[in-house]
């Protein structure tokens, strides 16, 4: 099973919308940590977001929010005011604090029409 | 400044060959990882190492290996026994279960 399901594929959004990526993930542990990465055209990962499972509070950066919600195991990514530099592929991911390895999503491609 | 290089950008490689694909991170991280990317598709882990002189395989490790000499570099050798290794290869580094950090990526292309 999917431990990370990115079920959007691809998302298209006029620009100035605002639009939201789903992100559900499966764990068993308790500790446990969500990430956001974007990968732009130029194929580099960046960072954008970790968060460990004991902090359910929402954050904003700019225009950037996330909402991380236990009870739904999911972990939602939503850019307002979307800009065409936003159009990338957005993977979210999972990393176990009993393993070793990061579980990757298999990415939303986000296009913002001009 | 501090951060992981891939070198080369594009790689090509004539079927038979082997290659090797560089990964050196100056972040003094622990832990470093090689992922393959295939257009459309998400990362599956090639293999990944936690210390010097140490390393497992991940998903996709066949046709592949890697050295971990030094903490600085992971370089990834795709062999002949790889079949289809035209893709995207990233390397990420992390400090042990925390953010990893991702390099450039390398286009590689078999003729």
């Known amino acids: 099973a999917q431990k990370v399901t990115q079920a959007q594929t691809e998302i298209s959004v006029v620009e100035k919308e605002d639009v939201t990526l789903d992100c559900v993930y499966e764990?068993?542990?308790?500790?446990?940590?969500l990430f956001w990465y974007k990968q732009p055209p130029s194929g580099e990962l960046v960072f954008l977001i970790r968060?460990?499972?004991?902090?359910?509070q929402n954050e904003i950066s700019g225009r950037y929010s996330w909402n991380f919600q236990k009870s739904t195991s999911s972990f939602n990514f939503t850019i307002t005011a979307s800009q065409v530099v936003d159009s990338a592929v957005y993977f979210c991911a999972l990393s176990e604090a009993a393993g070793n390895q990061f579980y990757f999503g298999t990415g939303t491609s986000l296009t913002v029409i001009p | 400044d501090g951060g992981i290089t891939q070198s080369p950008k594009y790689l090509f490689r004539k079927e038979g060959q082997n290659v090797t694909l560089s990964c050196e991170q100056n972040l003094n991280h622990d832990a470093m990882y090689w992922y393959r990317q295939d257009p459309g598709q998400g990362l599956r882990l090639i293999y990944y190492?936690?210390?010097?002189?140490?390393?497992q395989k991940g998903d996709i490790a066949e046709g592949y290996s890697v050295s971990r000499e030094k903490k600085e570099s992971f370089p990834l050798t795709v062999t002949s026994a790889q079949k289809n290794p035209t893709a995207f290869y990233l390397c990420?580094?992390?400090?042990?279960?925390?953010?990893?950090?991702f390099g450039p990526g390398t286009r590689l292309t078999v003729l």
């Open positions: 990420a580094s992390s400090p042990s279960y925390d953010t990893q950090y």
């Open positions: 764990t068993r542990d308790t500790t446990y940590y």
């Open positions: 968060r460990n499972s004991f902090d359910e």
């Open positions: 190492s936690q210390i010097v002189n140490d390393f």
